[in-house]
């Protein structure tokens, strides 16, 4: 046998013994770590703590780090401050600048398939977004919530859509059955005690059926150009209308004017001549006069050129015509001469 190698007895060898208080030591060390790691928790901002001893409710703690004595208690953790929703007749794939949909599974299209009051189907996907108030109530006054909340959210949909035509369902009653639908189900999950608030309802996408897409094309098509020529006949009925009844109204307004004006002016010349007549006849010669006065006053500023030829006169010497108004003169001197029988 080599002299670099020797045989040694195993059973001769002294193996260091270890103290067994030094093992119990270093095990109950070893169980304290564990069991104040398992006592210390942390919840977060938008979180609080429910707190079970043998699974019965002790506490709720808000956030930050507690102490919770282990194997004894247990820690749920509620988010009372995070908005939650759920998805009905879609679900989202993933969430992004373009968010994905996945809405062609056959169980996504039964929560959305709904029958309208005027027996029509349309399919109507939607979102509740809500939030827990109560935390007490959420984890242990419902069995299986989500799934409640959920039944409970079709049925009121369900019913809501089943009390209206597809036409209002479709187009304008959307905003309606959304604030519809919030207060019902505010109103159940207050009965059932669930301990979540609803804070909006939001109607996703409201269509009629593929199958029916383009017959419901067409008819929403000839109802945009029945209304369109409804309002373009307003208009014109807004734009002719009115004015023609402003036309008629001004004309009777100018009669009836005319009318008072006529009235008023008769009246006054009627008062007149029953004046005129009065001083008439309390003095004939002075009225006839004055009256003779007053109609040459109106008619001789309308005669032109005019020569007064003296009672009794039987010719006038013409004089120098030196232009057609000294001419125009002499004819109408010659014509009253005429007249008065000036030239007998």
């Known amino acids: 046998m080599d002299d670099n190698f020797r045989v040694v007895d195993v059973t001769k060898l002294k193996v260091p013994k270890i103290p067994w208080r030094a093992a119990a030591g270093g095990l109950a060390a070893l169980v304290a770590l564990a069991a104040l790691a398992g006592a210390m928790y942390q919840v977060q901002p938008e979180e609080v703590g429910v707190i079970l001893r043998f699974g019965e409710y002790v506490r709720t703690t808000e956030p930050g780090l507690h102490v919770k004595i282990p194997l004894v208690e247990s820690m749920t ?13 879609f679900r989202t794939v993933e969430a992004g600048v373009r968010t994905e949909y996945a809405t062609q599974e056959r169980r996504f299209a039964d929560e959305a398939v709904m029958l309208t ?15 827990v108030n109560d935390p007490y109530e959420y984890l242990f006054k419902v069995r299986n919530l989500d799934d409640t909340f959920r039944a409970m959210n079709e049925a009121v949909m369900r019913e809501t859509v089943g009390d209206r035509t597809v036409t209002e369902v479709v187009t304008v009653g959307r905003q309606e059955i ?16 669930m301990g979540i608030t609803i804070d909006q309802v939001v109607l996703q996408d409201v269509n009629p059926p ?10 929403s098509q000839a109802q945009q150009q029945r209304d369109r020529l409804i309002n373009e006949a307003e208009a014109e009925y807004n734009a002719v209308i009115p004015r023609a009844r402003g036309e008629a109204e001004q004309t009777i307004l100018q009669a009836e004017a005319y009318s008072l004006d006529r009235v008023n002016r008769a009246q006054g010349e009627a008062s007149r001549f029953a004046a005129v007549e009065a001083a008439y006849r309390q003095a004939p010669d002075v009225t006839r006069r004055r009256l003779y006065l007053e109609t040459m006053q109106r008619i001789l500023p309308a005669v032109g050129r005019k020569v007064f030829v003296a009672e009794g006169a039987t010719g006038v010497l013409p004089l120098l015509s030196l232009d057609s108004g000294a001419r125009a003169a002499t004819a109408t001197l010659t014509d009253t001469t005429e007249r008065t029988g000036g030239g007998q």
Do not use: H, M
Request: aromatic letters at 10%; proline letters at 6%; hydrophobic letters at 35%.
């Open 117 to 131: 009051g005027d027996l029509n189907v349309a399919v109507v996907e939607w979102i509740v977004q809500y939030r």
């Open 77 to 89: 953790r509620v988010p009372v401050q995070r908005q939650l929703k759920q998805e009905f007749g």
């Open 210 to 219: 593929d199958p029916v897409k383009p017959s419901w094309d067409e008819v």
């Open 178 to 193: 959304e604030s519809s639908v919030e207060a019902r189900l505010q109103a159940l999950t207050e009965q059932y005690q």
